[in-house]
């Protein structure tokens, strides 16, 4: 595709292609979609435009994407070609007419051109207009907080200049961006690339050939502003209050917006229902005009150029025509690492640090705002200037913040009684809460912070804590969103009892927060719930009663006890809950009394344990699960194979803390009420699983149910032979989805077999089992009456290993009273062996063959056994096996003889209406036992439900009739509701 990033389409020449294409009926406009699929149609070297991008695309809106791919003439080319091949005769006269004119006003003009000659008045509209937007970004950019060291970060290099120019050009497929959205955390540093690309435009360095005109809107300015125009909008920026409309609405596609800030609008849930918006000067609330403006329904051609917190991508998602979204990650950890050599000015004495912070993997995530970066640096500086016995290791994220705040506020010139202090703290704890709750960062001084006395205001901005919004007049904000949560979640461990919303009590609130918190993916809202546990550390909340003359309320602990007493009684696995992040939360106080007992309520947990930092919170919170039952635990966080480690520093050996923090976590499994343990997915080494193996086979080990589904490597399996030999207690084992191969698989039916096992339950799916191991397997089944229930789907067993495995059905010592063999590539002399199995084994109760190639042959062999009286099995699953009405004509034959048969499903078979028709007969007999059966996805049609609706109103046993995925069309269904309705049916579920 050629792009071009001086794309022009004058205000008439885009006019009259959108009545082109909105002149075209529905079928038209999708025939024009799916030939811009067609390379011989594009006329040239141009890419595609995906599909999914056109499929539902109005005409508006595909003549602006049409603009992303294609420059104004090689749109015109690409229309005239597909309406000829469209057979638009009068169209192909119209556009070849309009071509030929906009080549007689425009020229031969070449796409990558310089920008056409301006007339002078406009040329002077622009020249002031560009000072005016320097100014404006100036200042807003001198009221931006720069803490020390960061001076550096504001200068412009040519490596910067290149990452500008990435934004605004072309994207990896070649396409020019047309909505690009910088999205990341707070603080990153979005807005202020957003600054420096308007910055660089009005100097001169930048798009000034693409774009003649950029605007900067800054939402949390506008979201509460009356009513007005897009017109007037504009205007607002302009140096004589007059813009020149006519001027923008001629070059609509040179026209870039900067739209800072989405998270601060609200989106109005009634949206989608408001009618669509293009008249520039059609009066509106601000907030519709930027959505319309985000909609591409407004200047449809412009540029935009949007930053966002990542929590609201999606909303904005919702919203914008082909998007290019990028991450700004703030600082890399080279930055990072930069930045504490700056701040120390000790290389070695900054490594350290940052290593320590690299291990807090929470704070070192948000060390990535610069901000953020300062305020870590400046306290542990000023702590270990403090106290030279300082130690890293006590520190936590919420011990940095509460002595960054008690440092600065120690110092605080603020003009205050004793009395009136802890009132006005708890105001600015309840104005950052209050925010946090409705998303809402920016505050205007006097209605919003009227709690708080202007002279604390002072304080707070001198201080950096608070900041100015400079171009919001008379609004403040704290100077990041890590003060504000910090702050917000203070409120909730100060005295009192008013909530911060005006609403329910503050306790009440917390319990809000918390299980929001814990059940959410925002980060801010983790962030706050981690602060509001670190700070119930005892010597927490002494320096802050010490710094901030405001008491900690005691009842907290007492309320936090209360709330987690709930959790016994949810379905916390269901519900989403974020156990790691609690255990997060919980490890950041420290307190393991207080640990001990919120988690004496924990019942069950589920944890990916993929970082150190993971292992750490997992370690320190699962020894005191004394009460957990239930445990699913994924291990991919490497551990030692060493029980020491060395330090170079001391020349001392010493236990590794790794070592030491997995056996705190194995140490749950004989806290003596854990009976079921999954640790699938978990890529473990042969020395943490014989750890592991060591607590399965400890006493108090009371262990009914484990389940080890794709462990790497394979071969540690082995070391399961520990825990089945002797292990009475041990019921359940699930091995599928790993390769086991011969010595695994050998090893652990050799185990299997020993009389000291006691395995009730086997599964071993998607095992990939070899024939060798069949011969094992049917070794073990002749060998012991223990095993009751053995599922081995999705393995290639085929017919010579359903024969092995039949030859042990019929042995006296054969227990099994399940089978399942779903997708084991089995034919039709599985079913005659499986057959034989059925007429001499009196234990086997479920059979399930589903997704094997059986025919009506395999079916006939198998009824033979079904059609004895004596036969035991009950459930038959026989779904997509490949059958016709023969089949059903076997099945129905079998089922007059055998009334031990409750369930049968045969669902995704082509029995069709004829196969229905042979089941309904014998169905309707008073001794058949079937109360459920499956016919979903069999080419069914309306004539089956005369047959259906005959047996539910005579049927005494049918209570479950699956008939999903068939075509029974309304009158179908009305047949089976007039049987439904009569008091002689039985039925319960009908699907």
């Not at 901000?371 to 306290?379: A, D, E, H, Q």
């Not at 987690?564 to 490890?587: G, H, T």
């Not at 652990?748 to 069949?774: D, G, M, P, V, W």
């Not at 234990?843 to 094997?852: A, C, D």
Request: with cysteine.
């Amino acid at each position: 595709m050629s792009s071009s990033a001086n794309i022009y389409v004058d205000n008439g020449s885009y006019n009259k292609l959108l009545s082109y294409l909105m002149g075209l009926d529905q079928p038209q406009l999708e025939e024009f979609k799916i030939c811009l699929q067609s390379s011989q149609l594009l006329l040239g070297n141009f890419q595609q435009i995906p599909w999914a991008n056109l499929k539902a695309i109005d005409p508006t809106n595909l003549l602006c994407l049409l603009s992303e791919y294609f420059s104004e003439r090689q749109i015109w080319e690409v229309t005239l070609s597909i309406f000829d091949n469209m057979n638009l005769t009068s169209q192909c006269t119209e556009v070849r007419a309009m071509m030929n004119e906009i080549a007689q006003t425009q020229g031969s003009q070449d796409p990558s051109q310089e920008e056409p000659e301006v007339p002078e008045e406009e040329k002077d509209h622009r020249r002031r207009y560009r000072e005016r937007m320097k100014a404006k970004i100036l200042t807003m950019w001198d009221n931006i907080p720069w803490p020390e060291d960061h001076i550096y970060l504001r200068n412009v290099t040519e490596k910067e200049h290149e990452g500008l120019k990435s934004l605004l050009y072309p994207n990896r497929t070649g396409a020019q961006p047309q909505t690009i959205v910088l999205e990341g955390l707070a603080g990153v540093g979005k807005t202020t690339l957003a600054m420096k690309v308007v910055l660089h435009w009005a100097e001169g360095f930048l798009f000034h050939q693409r774009f003649s005109y950029v605007f900067f809107i800054s939402c949390h300015k506008v979201r509460d502003m009356k009513d007005t125009t897009l017109a007037g909008l504009l205007s607002w920026d302009w140096p004589d209050s007059q813009a020149p409309i006519e001027a923008l609405m001629s070059r609509p596609e040179s026209l870039l917006f900067v739209i800072d800030g989405f998270e601060e609008m609200d989106v109005p849930s009634t949206l989608d229902e408001s009618p669509p918006c293009k008249d520039w000067y059609q009066q509106l609330p601000v907030n519709r005009i930027l959505f319309h403006l985000l909609k591409k329904e407004l200047v449809p051609l412009a540029t935009l150029l949007i930053t966002t917190k990542e929590y609201r991508t999606n909303d904005l998602k919702k919203l914008l025509l082909n998007p290019w979204f990028v991450q700004i990650v703030g600082f890399t950890e080279g930055d990072r690492e930069e930045y504490f050599i700056r701040y120390f000015g000790d290389q070695n004495k900054a490594k350290k640090i940052l290593h320590w912070v690299r291990k807090n993997e929470s704070l070192f995530h948000f060390c990535s705002a610069p901000m953020v970066c300062w305020t870590v640096c400046s306290c542990l500086k000023r702590q270990m200037a403090r106290n030279p016995h300082f130690q890293l290791s006590t520190q936590t994220t919420t011990s940095l913040y509460v002595y960054f705040f008690s440092s600065l506020l120690a110092t605080a010139e603020v003009s205050l009684s004793d009395q009136s202090w802890p009132d006005q703290w708890r105001a600015l704890c309840s104005l950052a809460a209050e925010g946090m709750w409705f998303w809402k960062f920016t505050f205007k001084e006097g209605p919003q912070t009227q709690d708080l006395e202007a002279p604390v205001i002072g304080s707070l901005l001198r201080l950096n804590i608070l900041r100015k919004v400079s171009d919001c007049e008379d609004c403040v904000t704290f100077t990041h969103q890590s003060f504000q949560v910090f702050l917000g979640a203070m409120f909730y461990v100060l005295r009192g009892v008013r909530g911060s919303i005006g609403g329910p009590p503050k306790h009440q609130e917390m319990r809000v927060l918390l299980n929001d918190a814990l059940a959410d993916t925002n980060f801010y809202w983790n962030q706050m719930a981690l602060f509001f546990f670190g700070l119930l550390k005892r010597n927490l909340a002494e320096e802050l009663e010490d710094t901030l003359r405001c008491k900690v309320s005691h009842r907290t602990t007492d309320e936090l006890l209360e709330w987690a007493d709930e959790l016994e009684s949810y379905d916390l696995v269901s519900s989403c809950f974020e156990f790691l992040r609690f255990f997060e939360c919980l490890y950041e106080t420290r307190e393991e009394n207080f640990v001990r007992q919120i988690l004496s309520h924990l019942l069950e947990a589920d944890l990916d344990i993929f970082g150190s930092l993971q292992l750490q919170v997992s370690s320190f919170c699962l020894k005191h699960c004394q009460r957990l039952s239930k445990l699913r635990l994924s291990v991919s966080s490497a551990i030692p194979q060493t029980e020491l480690t060395f330090n170079l520093e001391t020349l001392e050996t010493r236990p590794h803390s790794k070592i030491r923090q997995w056996q705190d976590v194995c140490s749950v499994f004989s806290n003596g009420n854990l009976t079921e343990l999954d640790f699938s997915n978990s890529k473990l080494n042969a020395f943490s699983m014989k750890k592991l193996c060591c607590e399965l086979r400890n006493p108090r080990c009371k262990l009914q149910k484990l389940t080890c589904k794709s462990i790497t490597p394979v071969r540690i399996l082995k070391e399961l032979v520990l825990v089945l030999y002797g292990n009475h207690r041990l019921t359940h084992l699930n091995l599928s989805s790993n390769n086991l191969g011969i010595p695994v698989s050998t090893m652990i039916f050799k185990t299997l077999r020993h009389s000291a096992c006691n395995i009730q339950y086997l599964c071993l799916e998607k095992c990939n089992l070899s024939a060798a191991s069949y011969q094992d397997l049917a070794l073990y089944l002749t060998s012991t009456q223990r095993t009751s229930r053995l599922c081995l789907g999705f393995n290639p067993l085929r017919d010579e290993g359903v024969r092995l495995l039949c030859a042990s059905l019929t042995h006296h010592e054969c227990a099994l009273e399940r089978l399942v063999l779903w997708f084991c590539q089995l034919g039709t002399p599985s079913c005659k062996y499986l057959s034989d199995a059925l007429l001499k084994n009196k234990s086997l109760t479920h059979l399930n063959l589903r997704k094997n190639n059986l025919r009506d042959e395999g079916v006939k062999f198998l009824c033979k056994a079904l059609s004895r009286p004596d036969c035991s099995l009950q459930n038959l699953d026989l779904s997509d096996c490949s059958f016709t009405a023969e089949g059903c004509q076997e099945l129905a034959n079998a089922l007059q003889h055998n009334c031990n048969m409750k369930i049968l499903d045969i669902g995704s078979n082509d029995i069709q209406d004829d196969g229905v028709k042979h089941l309904c007969e014998v169905l309707k007999h008073p001794k058949c036992a079937l109360n459920t059966l499956g016919l979903e996805k069999c080419n069914l049609t309306p004539a089956c439900c005369q047959y259906l609706s005959s047996v539910l109103r005579s049927s005494k046993s049918l209570f479950n009739l699956n008939l999903l995925g068939n075509d029974l069309e309304l009158r179908g269904v009305s047949t089976l509701w007039k049987a439904l309705k009569k008091s002689t049916c039985k039925l319960q579920k009908l699907g």
